[in-house]
Nanobody
């Protein structure tokens, strides 16, 4: 059974930094591409970070490039999202996702963690 649980969200001030964690069970991250998404009220779910299989395979959209960093700890089976220079626009629920291949690719999502950026 694949399960994901995000943590590390909370209330932070603009310009601050935050690290989100995603604890994964039921699958080895070494064989699973990982992603972080976010969804603000009234908006659709937005991809903010992609990790293929190596740190060199990471990609980010222009909206967060230079401020967001995704990484995987294979020993602990945890996905991290480091966020720097937080902006009020970053306020959203952040979701972790892993892709698992059996007979076909399947997506697994965590329940999300709230990040609120406000002064």
């Amino acid at each position: 059974q694949v399960q994901l649980v995000e943590s590390g969200g909370g209330l932070v001030r603009p310009g601050g930094s935050l690290t989100l964690s995603c604890s994964v069970s039921g699958v080895a991250l070494r064989q699973s591409p990982t992603n972080w998404y976010r969804q603000a009220p009234g908006n659709g779910r937005e991809l903010v970070a992609h990790f293929g299989y190596t740190p060199e395979s990471t990609t980010y959209p222009d909206t967060v490039a230079g401020r967001f960093t995704i990484s995987n700890d294979y020993a602990k089976n945890v996905v991290y999202l480091q966020i720097n220079s937080l902006k009020t626009h970053d306020t959203a629920v952040y979701f972790c996702k892993v892709k698992v291949f059996a007979t076909k690719w399947r997506d697994y999502w965590g329940p999300g963690t709230q990040v609120t950026v406000s002064s």
